[in-house]
């Protein structure tokens, strides 16, 4: 059989043209191309774009601006939002401002109305009116002091209680001196009637004083964690030349009056102010304010709800009136961000502001953590050295390159920790909890101590034992990991 006979037996199916095979190759790699291109979002003007859902692992949002893009039940695993701007749009902000101007305008107006009220009841030197007046004052006072003290909710528990008690009293007073007047019962129902008016006006008047000055508070803690500090000031001023307005034409009516309505007046201001910044910088007595003044910021906001978080990096971003409450914050790293404080985080590690300090300055030399549960945290690089975390959790944890140097591990647990390039010379690991999960290569480590010193061993079962000797690079790995102890059995 010829050449040219044999090439014609070759099946037409094999014969298939170079175009035809490079096409689908090309095809794939230019969706991948694409594909590598969607993720890449750096520097990006991203407001108010809706990413709901979406898988971006691994995307790159750095340096981009993502005020009030929606991030709700996204899997952003890995994801880079280091330097990132995140918040409210300004035509969002904008609109809340002036929501909270003229909602603490109209609580200014309400609280020296109801001043007023407890000094027109003053005016009057009647007996019943001097008793309901004054104790509406302390009541008042009450509330004050308690709210500054223990917080809005204890305050507001307070109030209802003494103003049911005082609605009861009242009933029962009105009773007894009707059973008094009942032989003059024109003349006794009048002044029956009058002694139950003072009662309901002073309790009004309280009523009214206390939850306008929880609603300026609240007003001041939004306009502060849209604008800072200045907005909390303007709030509570403007909301106090309402106020005062409000007190000098009661004067004109009665001068105790308007007196009251002005002291009354003073009070709120004061005490909004103190609660406002309070709640705005985290006080956890305060934290009902906070919430209400943070679930309204945030639901325009950035919104991270219920997305997937693991390992993405904050590094350096503004987070001022973002959500992340329900999202997976596992290693998520939180190195230097600005604004977190101003961030809605409930029920998460982040509550505590403890750990939210330490996350974000990975500054823990000299610190006493022992016991603390730091699992699933990022600190990566950070100075532990001298730290004591002795039963501490760092479990499931990133804490690559992180400096031990003479940090106390006894107990510590370490399961599926990465300490990858971790400094540990001179640390204590006395019965530490290392696993096979955990990552120990390019471990740095010059010595270890086996045991914690005491007062009769201060440098206690040292290796290497000879003091003029060090680990070479990788022998202490090789020597602590448990993957390289199985290895051997």
Not at 5 to 30: H, R
Not at 223 to 232: D, R, T
Not at 413 to 441: C, F, M, P
Request: charged share 15%; aromatic share 8%.
């Amino acid at each position: 059989m010829t050449g040219h006979e044999a090439k014609s037996k070759i099946p037409n199916c094999i014969k298939l043209p170079k175009a035809a095979i490079l096409q689908p190759v090309a095809k794939n790699v230019m969706t991948l191309l694409k594909l590598n291109m969607a993720q890449n979002y750096c520097r990006a003007k991203l407001r108010g774009k809706s990413f709901k859902g979406q898988d971006l692992t691994g995307a790159d949002f750095s340096y981009s601006d993502i005020r009030g893009a929606d991030f709700t039940g996204a899997t952003l695993k890995g994801a880079n939002f280091s330097h990132a701007k995140a918040g409210l749009q300004r035509r969002w902000a904008i609109t809340l401002v002036i929501f909270a101007l003229l909602v603490s305008s109209v609580s200014g107006l309400l609280s020296a109305v109801g001043g007023s009220l407890l000094g027109f009841i003053l005016i009057d030197n009647n007996r019943e009116n001097i008793y309901v007046g004054v104790i509406s004052l302390i009541v008042l006072l009450a509330f004050f002091a308690i709210t500054m003290r223990r917080g809005v909710a204890a305050g507001g528990g307070f109030l209802a209680v003494a103003v049911t008690w005082a609605g009861i009293g009242g009933v029962l007073w009105a009773g007894v001196v009707a059973l008094a007047w009942a032989g003059a019962a024109t003349t006794g129902a009048m002044e029956l009637a009058e002694v139950v008016a003072v009662i309901v006006t002073g309790a009004v008047g309280v009523v009214v004083v206390a939850i306008s000055a929880v609603i300026i508070a609240g007003t001041a803690a939004l306009v502060g964690a849209i604008a800072g500090l200045l907005a909390v000031v303007t709030t509570v001023t403007w909301a106090g030349i309402i106020a005062g307005a409000v007190a000098v034409a009661a004067s004109k009516v009665g001068l105790l009056a308007g007196a009251i309505a002005g002291i009354v007046a003073v009070l709120v201001v004061l005490l909004s102010t103190c609660v406002g910044c309070r709640a705005l910088f985290g006080d956890e007595k305060q934290n009902f304010v906070r919430k209400i003044a943070l679930s309204l910021v945030t639901r325009y906001g950035t919104r991270f709800q219920e997305s997937d978080l693991t390992d993405a990096d904050f590094t350096q971003a503004k987070l001022k009136n973002s959500n992340f409450i329900g999202a997976n914050l596992t290693r998520t790293c939180w190195f230097r961000v600005q604004k977190l404080y101003l961030a809605a985080f409930e029920e998460s590690y982040l509550e505590n502001l403890e750990i939210r300090q330490l996350l974000i300055t990975k500054e823990l030399q000299n610190k006493n953590l022992d016991g603390w549960d730091l699992q699933g945290m990022n600190l990566q690089g950070a100075n532990l050295k001298d730290a004591s975390l002795i039963a501490a959790n760092l479990s499931n944890s990133n804490l690559q390159n992180a400096d031990f140097s003479r940090a106390t591990l006894v107990q510590t647990q370490l399961d599926k920790t990465d300490l990858r390039g971790a400094n540990l010379t001179g640390a204590y690991i006395e019965d530490w909890g290392v696993t096979v999960e955990t990552k120990l290569s390019r471990v740095k480590c010059d010595y270890i101590f086996m045991r914690i010193p005491s007062k009769e061993n201060p440098n206690p079962y040292r290796l290497p034992a000879d003091w003029d000797e060090m680990f070479y690079v990788g022998e202490f790995s090789q020597l602590f990991s448990p993957l390289t102890k199985l290895s051997k059995i």
